[in-house]
């Protein structure tokens, strides 16, 4: 992290030359061309065009994918932990709350119980 976190700064160093007297110092990680704060409707904009690109007709929130993303994680096998790692959260107990037991997870428990009783 430290490594891109320099190469940012870096390429954020030659922005700030780029701009010159336009720059304005934020003291910003991720800003605007001139230094500036990125404006949170920019993000909104850029998510809403990405759902409709994907042509997802649900009024879905950039939060609603992390969700997605946790429970997605979990039927594909990966353990909590590692979701809880990969989401940032610090707490396990977060992680759960960020997914769902859906059919595909119940479907496959069921299964699982079954061959350990029935073919052990």
């Given at each position: ?24 110092d934020w ?24 759902l409709k ?68």
């Amino acid at each position: 992290m430290i490594a891109l976190l320099k190469l940012r700064r870096e390429a954020q160093k030659a922005g700030r030359e780029a701009a010159g007297e336009k720059w304005q110092d934020w003291d910003l990680v991720w800003c605007m061309p001139d230094g500036s704060p990125i404006d949170a409707k920019d993000d909104w904009d850029e998510w809403k065009g990405l759902l409709k690109l994907a042509e997802i007709d649900k009024d879905a929130r950039v939060h609603d994918a992390r969700h997605m993303a946790a429970t997605l994680l979990l039927e594909q096998g990966v353990d909590i932990r590692v979701v809880q790692v990969i989401l940032g959260h610090s707490q396990l107990t977060t992680a759960k709350r960020y997914t769902q037991v859906t059919e595909i997870l119940a479907s496959e428990a069921a299964a699982r119980m079954g061959r350990a009783l029935w073919d052990g």
